[in-house]
């Protein structure tokens, strides 16, 4: 089957990104976003970019956005009919802005509307994606949809717009960052264009996020992880993902933890599961990983070892925990969910690209092993 890899959407980066959104200066622009960015003053940084531009305002969004944020958009924008839909945010009002641009296209008919993405975090790589992850509150479960309707056409990747994100969540999402281009590596859809991309983000994230962490306002690392998780997106997009994300997806929904903080925990384990195997086309694409993370091992068991052992002891110094009753889940609540995860995970679209298939009894001993 052949591979498709994006030439779109265009990208825009560097620090003054922001200005190529004066193009939209004379259009009618919805903007998606929360309410923290309009507070911060974000929000209006943009409009002020756009003087002649007429502008509605969406900021309902929430962490992990449900079916309710989509419709709610929708309405609001309705009337306004948009030309242009910027998504302002992490990657909760990037997936919002992506469902309520799909949601008022099909109403309209024969409007179409331009998506730009402005990130704001650097972590899920949406704004390079076809992805958009919706969350069924109701039931505690996240669903990963997938479409080339949500590919947004631009993306803005300005470091200024990062540097007041706090120590602890840059940490979160800059292992999703890892987390993407590793599982984009291994993936069975892996291929030239996207393992390129991978490595670099691999590269760039080893280096420049525990500077980060060490000091929030070097621009600098900033706008580096900014493009890393870019590249990481770009890599996932066209080589899919694992089960590191089907499992996070499941565990992250039910249990209400952080999509990085949970894709960090897992990510150790799942390359052990990968691994155990002895595939030598798994175990050649892992050392490739840590050939990137400069561990160089003429073993190649040994290569992944220490591959995990770094990314547990990247963990360690960002203050992850190894397993869910460290991060405070007790033993009750965890099992009361087990079987409900087990079943999410495997029937994940993420997982369909994992190198190894699971089987129950896997996902299961699998969670035991994060339990603690």
């Known amino acids: 089957m052949a591979n498709m890899f994006f030439s779109i959407p265009d990208v825009y980066s560097g620090n003054n990104a922001i200005m190529s959104l004066r193009r939209f200066s004379s259009k009618r622009v919805a903007i998606v976003t929360d309410a923290f960015m309009v507070s911060s003053g974000k929000v209006q940084d943009l409009i002020d970019v756009m003087p002649e531009a007429s502008v509605s305002i969406f900021s309902d969004v929430k962490p992990d956005p449900g079916v ?12 306004f009919k948009p030309e242009v839909i910027i998504a302002l ?40 994606t076809s992805y958009a992850v919706i969350s069924d509150t109701e039931n505690g479960q996240k669903y990963p949809l997938v479409s080339p309707d949500l590919l947004p056409d631009s993306a803005i990747l300005d470091p200024q717009l990062v540097l007041s994100v706090p120590r602890q969540i840059s940490a979160d999402t800059g292992m999703d960052v890892l987390t993407h281009a590793i599982e984009a590596l291994v993936s069975t859809g892996a291929n030239d264009f996207s393992n390129a991309l991978a490595e670099k983000a691999i590269t760039l994230t080893i280096c420049y996020l525990p500077k980060i962490f060490v000091d929030e306002k070097d621009i600098s690392a900033r706008e580096h992880m900014h493009n890393a998780s870019c590249m990481a997106g770009m890599a996932f997009n066209s080589a ?25 925990m897992l990510l150790p384990v799942v390359i052990e599961f990968n691994s ?6 798994i175990l050649a694409c892992y050392n490739v990983c840590a050939r990137m993370m400069s561990i160089s091992e003429s073993s190649e068991a040994r290569g992944i070892q220490k591959l995990t052992d770094k990314i547990r002891s990247l963990n360690q110094q960002f203050g992850i925990p190894s397993t869910l009753t460290e991060l405070g ?19 994940d679209g993420c997982t369909e690209t994992n190198p190894r298939k699971p089987t129950v009894s896997d996902v299961n001993r699998l969670f035991s092993r994060i339990v603690g």
Do not use: W
């Open 240 to 264: 899919g993902l694992g089960l590191v994300h089907g499992m996070a997806h499941a565990i992250g929904g039910m249990l209400h933890i952080p999509h990085g903080k949970i894709n960090a």
């Open 89 to 128: 945010g992490g990657g909760s009002s990037q997936d919002a802005a992506k469902g309520i641009k799909v949601t008022l296209e099909e109403h309209y008919g024969d409007h179409c509307i331009e998506l730009v993405s402005v990130p704001t975090t650097s972590g899920s790589g949406s704004e390079v």
């Open 276 to 281: 155990e195997t002895n595939d030598p086309d």
């Open 68 to 79: 309710d944020v989509l419709k709610d958009g929708a309405i609001r924008f309705k009337a």
């Open 329 to 347: 889940k007790s033993r009750d609540e965890l099992e009361s969910v087990r079987a409900l995860i087990i079943e999410s995970a495997l029937s």
